[in-house]
């Protein structure tokens, strides 16, 4: 692995077998601690958008491992403004041994690894979001098992990056997707035809529908995010008429498989997408999801480290 910038640069075999290895070093940070295989190992952690998961995941993956991470905040860099995005990752490249972004636009996350001479990870871009895909699957896995084709995953809300990362990585494990949104917040149409051949191979089914609760019958795992992302504060108003809906509470849940569980990436806007009896009742679990990240990173990482 070079870079870690999409779910979809992978294979089927390529993703499980970094998910089998976050199941590995999970265990072994709970039994004994994480071995220092990222000793003389730092990470830049290149920030536009600000978040308290992707920050505090990445720093404690390195740490847990001997190695270290270093925060570069908005006004530090000014990537593309203060200085070119190609001089960035050519200086970065000599100091720091590998570099994660949380950007914008996904434009500028492919332009760092396309001028990095080190490993570069997408954080978060407008496009996708493929570690949280990757903590997700982590999280799905450890609750049907490995052995989970045929499983029927339904995403209900904004289609958004946090959705095209959770379709790829669903398509790519044999899992059935089934997406509803409001008319006019569709998932990307790239994302979608990229999904589409990745389920021909996997023999995974995709859905799109509108009615949210056409789109839960017989799911697994009901999946849900904030209905206004950041950069999307001027639609606030526009968008709190239109998603309602599309809530995930106590009723839409029950329309569901009854070993469903219930997803969101967070941070949560509480009784808007999801109602507080449902992110705090018996088939959350996105609390175990968001500790996930720390340990599909870790996997990550140690992949592009090559170190495992």
């Known amino acids: 692995m070079k870079d870690f910038l999409a779910i979809s640069d992978y294979s089927s075999d390529e993703i499980q077998d970094l998910l089998d290895l976050a199941v590995k070093l999970k265990k072994q940070y709970f039994k004994k601690g994480n071995k220092p295989i990222f000793k003389g190992k730092v990470l830049g952690m290149i920030f536009q958008k600000p978040s308290l998961r992707t920050r505090i995941s990445f720093d404690m993956a390195m740490r847990h491992c001997g190695g270290d991470a270093l925060y570069l905040s908005p006004s530090e860099i000014g990537l593309g403004k203060r200085e070119s995005i190609a001089d960035v990752a050519r200086v970065l490249s000599g100091y720091v041994q590998g570099l994660m972004a949380r950007v914008f636009e996904h434009e500028h996350v492919l332009e760092l690894a396309k001028w990095s001479e080190i490993p570069v990870v997408n954080g978060l871009s407008d496009y996708n979001h493929p570690c949280q895909g990757m903590a997700d699957a982590l999280t799905i896995q450890e609750k049907f098992g490995k052995k989970s084709r045929g499983l029927n995953v339904s995403y209900v809300g904004d289609g958004n990056n946090v959705t095209t990362s959770l379709m790829h990585v669903s398509a790519q494990l ?19 035809e990229i999904a589409q051949k990745i389920a021909k191979k996997t023999k995974s089914k995709l859905t799109f529908v509108r009615d949210p609760h056409e789109a839960v019958k017989g799911a697994h795992v009901i999946y849900t995010d904030t209905w206004t992302s950041m950069g999307q504060e001027e639609e606030t108003a526009k968008r709190e008429k239109i998603f309602p809906p599309y809530q995930v509470n106590a009723k839409l849940v029950s329309e569901a498989s009854k070993d469903v569980i219930v997803m969101h990436c967070l ?10 009896d449902v992110a705090d009742g018996k ?26």
């Open 283 to 308: 088939h959350s679990v996105i609390f175990p999801q968001a500790h996930n990240r720390l340990h599909a990173q870790k996997a990550i990482l140690a992949r592009l480290f090559d170190v495992a």
């Open 267 to 276: 941070p949560a806007h509480r009784n808007q997408e999801l109602t507080d």
């Open 174 to 192: 044999g899992w059935n997707v089934t997406v509803a949104t409001p008319e006019g917040y569709d998932v990307n149409p790239k994302a979608i």
